[in-house]
């Protein structure tokens, strides 16, 4: 199991974000979690993130806790993240907001930057040519030197995206991908998330479009006021009465 | 210590205490109906000083300080026509820089005005060595004009927010902007209206205070810091907390003085701040959750 | 290499300016010039930190005084009453102290002008990180108001210390030998040397911060300052960049104050004040809160006008009406702004 989630609980005063939610999410899976607004979706990303500590239970990512790291810690052992309300850089270009992926997996500190050292100037280069790679891998690369804030929102989707490739993730979550795009802007997404879990990298999403969800989703999660509800395959969840009630109301007959 | 040395220090320790809070009072309205902190509160504790001097060359004294109340009450909305309404929301540093850019201003203005030299308004009842005994310390009665003031200007605060329709306007307007605005309340004129009561308080209180604690033109910053750390203490926002808030420190700065040089006596309230800002920066009496859920 | 043109520019401009005064016979115009460059550095360091980190202090004099009165202090008191103490002795075996004799014949044991500023640099070091550490974990109001007060408590300590001489600061400090017959001094004969050390010592300081800038190092600075979730989410570890660029400018502050003691021969406790803090910020607001070069030309440009005493006894007010005026209409400062659009924002807010 590369992410392991057991018993987590999140309070914030008298509510209950997230209660009791366990689940596993193996090596190589695409997992979707889905919910009503207000699930506590974006609650356990950020608990499972490391943005939110959990009041109770446990997070293991390749078998060590990581429940109560910081996210940086979190994101160097190979997790990155997407965000529902876009959060790229302002005031750097895109491609300078991707090479920030690139900081985990480089070394040149505060004293060789200053100095200019040659061995972090190559290290430079590389991941301005790794950042450009990714660019191009999304189509968006003659976007590179354009002010990030100042792009498209699908544009924007797309940098994030290769920001948060650029730091050579094992696990990705991504929150929302399919927000606020057209039905091709969102089979491109789909295409793109296969694609990319075929390199190996799993996948956990949350997600309100269902057709991406039961589209590429090995498994599903189901929440609803922070509880989990239900868990399995598409088809399963397709036909679970819990998750139906609850997404389309009780049947008055 | 005797009881006559406690009971001086003990009416000090109030006496300053109150007028702290009083600046931390101020603090909070501005906060709370604009988000701003604004640093030039003190300048209008040593403007309504100021002023006040000035006029009671030509009038009466209690007529001088009702003008003088007046007057600076216009300069705060002056402050906050001129430089506040611009901004289309400003980011915090942006604020910060400002209201310290306007404090400047307003100290060198009355640098200006006024020179270096330090002054004061006679005292409301009697003269510098008349006194009065409380509890076997002989203080000067206008250290009860100070407290009375100040103590009916809380209390006069506390009924203006809870029971005149103006007063739950601005408490509207804090708790939630643009739920007040969809009321029909006009934000901007309580934001106006929040400037011109932090700056009434303010003058009073210096005109209250001048006898005993004199005005010079940079009493102000110092003043400011101390009204900052008495509106963190309290939890920012809640007024009634900074009165406790506001004695706390007066109490705790005059008791010092028996343990410190007075020249260190400043760094025993900022390091109070600091103390404050580290460990508990919602304050003694602020609820954490909602202390970070704050924009800051 | 591009990003090093401005640099040339600038050496070019100090020269040129010094073979200008020399032909015009204006040479007492190196002495604020000289002055300028050492206000530089700090203003430099300090726009690393708020336009890259995005963190403001509002303290930043307290670091220039630490240096400053540190090695003034150590370079001025008197040690022979101590000479007993073992870690005197220590240094005077190792070299670190100056036997001489005053002009009564008494004699004297001082601190030598490189261990003192030694000294200094790892005092303000060890200070940077025990406030930073605490101050850094706050934001907005809260990291405005720390700063100030440390900067208070600095200059409170400067006034209320014998040790610093109180009110009246510390003089007599003697110049600062760095090569044979090349000391930081106030030295008449020695202007012009001290003029090109200091814009030597400015230069060599961009070409570190233009570079750390460029680096991974910057971005992540950058990344901070725009959305610090983010930049932590992606592997930066925010609070730590943070503290390394606190200390880094504060020892650029320090390290000027040293200098800059020397070459006035003394320092007062003006120089920690919340003025002159104020006046570092408005300087880095004006320039363009993330533009180096930007910061470097309005503080050269400021300082030597306020030294030269162009504007009178309104030298404070100016830098608080420069703040409040770049606040409200230029907020990326004078070199980021665009008329037009200025007049625009101005037009319709008044509607």
């Known amino acids: 199991m590369l992410l392991e989630i057991k018993n987590l609980f999140r309070r914030f005063g008298g509510l209950q974000a997230v209660s009791d939610v366990s689940f596993s999410v193996p090596q190589g899976m695409i997992k979707a979690v889905i919910g009503p607004n207000g699930a506590g979706k974006t609650t356990l990303f950020n608990l499972i993130s490391g943005a939110l500590p959990p009041s109770a239970g446990g997070i293991h990512f390749k078998g060590q806790p990581i429940h109560g790291l910081p996210p940086y810690r979190i994101a160097s052992q190979g997790m990155a993240r997407t965000y529902q309300n876009i959060k790229l850089y302002p005031g750097m270009t895109a491609l300078e907001n991707v090479m920030v992926g690139r900081h985990c997996r480089c070394r040149a500190g505060f004293l060789s930057g200053m100095l200019s050292l040659p061995w972090s100037r190559k290290e430079e280069k590389a991941s301005r040519v790794a950042a450009m790679e990714l660019l191009a891998l999304l189509d968006i690369a003659d976007l590179a030197e354009v002010e990030a804030t100042s792009l498209a929102f699908g544009q924007q989707r797309a940098v994030e995206f290769a920001r948060a490739l650029a730091t050579e993730p094992e696990l990705l979550l991504l929150d929302e991908p399919a927000a606020g795009l057209n039905i091709y802007e969102t089979a491109e997404v789909a295409r793109l998330i296969s694609k990319i879990n075929g390199q190996g990298i799993t996948v956990l999403l949350v997600e309100h479009d269902m057709s991406l969800v039961m589209d590429i989703s090995q498994e599903i999660v189901v929440l609803s006021f922070g509880e989990k509800i239900a868990e399995g395959t598409p088809a399963e969840i397709q036909h679970n009465k819990e998750v139906i009630r609850i997404y389309l109301g009780e049947d008055d007959a | ?296 | ?351």
Request: aromatic share 10%; hydrophobic share 55%; glycine share 12%.
């Open chain 2, 1 to 296: 210590m005797t009881l006559e040395l406690f009971s001086q220090y003990l009416l000090a320790g109030i006496t300053y205490g109150i007028i702290y809070a009083i600046v931390g009072i101020g603090f909070n309205i501005i906060y709370n109906t604009t988000g701003i902190i604004n640093f030039a509160q003190g300048e209008f504790v040593m403007l309504g000083g100021m002023t006040a001097i000035s006029l009671s060359q030509w009038l009466p004294l209690p007529l001088a300080i009702g003008v003088a109340v007046l007057i600076v009450m216009l300069i705060g909305a002056l402050v906050e026509i001129l430089f506040i309404r611009w901004l289309d929301r400003p980011s915090v540093l942006r604020m910060i820089i400002i209201t310290i850019g306007i404090s400047i201003l307003i100290r060198e203005a009355a640098l200006h005005i006024w020179g270096e030299g330090v002054r004061s308004l006679p005292y409301f009842v009697g003269n510098e060595i008349t006194t009065v005994q409380i509890l076997g310390a002989r203080v000067s009665p206008q250290v009860l004009w100070v407290i009375g003031v100040c103590a009916v200007m809380v209390l006069g605060l506390s009924l203006f927010f809870r029971y005149t329709l103006q007063g739950k306007k601005m408490q509207a307007c804090a708790a939630n902007r643009m739920a007040a605005t969809l009321c029909g309340i006009s934000t901007r004129n309580m934001v106006t209206l929040s400037f011109m009561l932090s700056a009434g308080i303010g003058a009073l209180a210096g005109c209250v205070m001048s006898p005993i604690t004199y005005t010079q033109y940079d009493i102000g910053t110092g003043l400011a810091i101390k009204g900052f750390t008495v509106a963190i203490l309290g939890g920012l926002g809640s007024s009634m907390a900074a009165v406790a808030a506001g004695l706390l420190l007066g109490l705790i700065e005059s008791f010092s003085v028996s343990v410190v040089p007075l020249a260190f006596q400043d760094a025993i309230s900022i390091s109070l701040l600091l103390a404050i800002l580290f460990f508990r920066p919602h304050g003694l009496f602020g609820n954490k959750d909602a202390a970070d859920l704050k924009e800051f």
């Open chain 3, 1 to 351: 290499m591009k990003r090093h043109l401005p640099l040339s520019l600038l050496v070019l401009a100090v020269i040129c300016v010094q073979q200008l005064t020399r032909a015009t016979g204006t040479a007492f115009y190196l002495t604020p010039l000289t002055m300028a460059a050492y206000y530089s550095l700090v203003i430099v360091g300090l726009c690393l930190l708020m336009g890259y980190a995005g963190q403001i202090s509002l303290g930043h004099a307290g670091f220039f005084a630490i240096g400053g009165y540190l090695s003034a202090m150590l370079t001025t008191k008197n040690l022979i009453p101590f000479k007993e103490n073992s870690l005197i002795a220590l240094g005077d075996r190792l070299g670190l102290l100056i036997h001489g004799q005053d002009m009564f014949g008494e004699p004297f044991l001082l601190v030598q002008p490189w261990a003192a500023c030694g000294c200094a640099i790892l005092v303000t070091i060890v200070v940077a990180y025990g406030i930073g550490i605490p101050v850094l974990k706050l934001k907005g109001h809260y990291l405005a108001m720390a700063t100030l007060g440390f900067g208070i408590i600095v200059y409170r300590l400067a006034l209320a210390s014998p040790l610093f001489g109180e009110a009246d600061g510390i003089s007599g400090v003697p110049g600062f030998p760095l090569l044979p017959g090349l000391a930081v001094s106030g030295d008449f004969s020695s202007r012009v040397s001290n003029y090109y050390l200091a814009w030597g010592m400015v230069a060599f300081a961009m070409w570190l911060l233009v570079n750390l800038i460029h680096s991974r190092v910057g971005r992540a600075l950058r990344a901070i300052h725009g959305a610090e979730g983010a930049a932590n989410a992606m592997g930066i570890d925010t609070a730590r960049y943070k503290l390394n660029t606190f200390v880094l400018s504060a020892v650029l502050a320090a390290v000027a104050g040293i200098f800059l003691t020397h070459y006035n021969g003394g320092i007062g406790p003006s120089e920690a004040g919340i003025m002159k803090s104020v006046r570092y910020v408005a300087i880095v607001a004006i320039g363009g809160m993330a533009n180096l070069w930007g910061a470097l030309v309005m503080g050269a440009l400021l300082n030597i006008m306020s030294l030269r005493g162009m504007f009178g006894s309104y030298d404070d007010a100016v830098f608080g009406a420069i703040l409040i005026v770049i606040m409200l209409f230029a907020p990326q400062g004078l070199l980021g702004i665009s008329l037009p659009a200025a007049l625009k924002r101005i037009l319709r807010r008044g509607a």
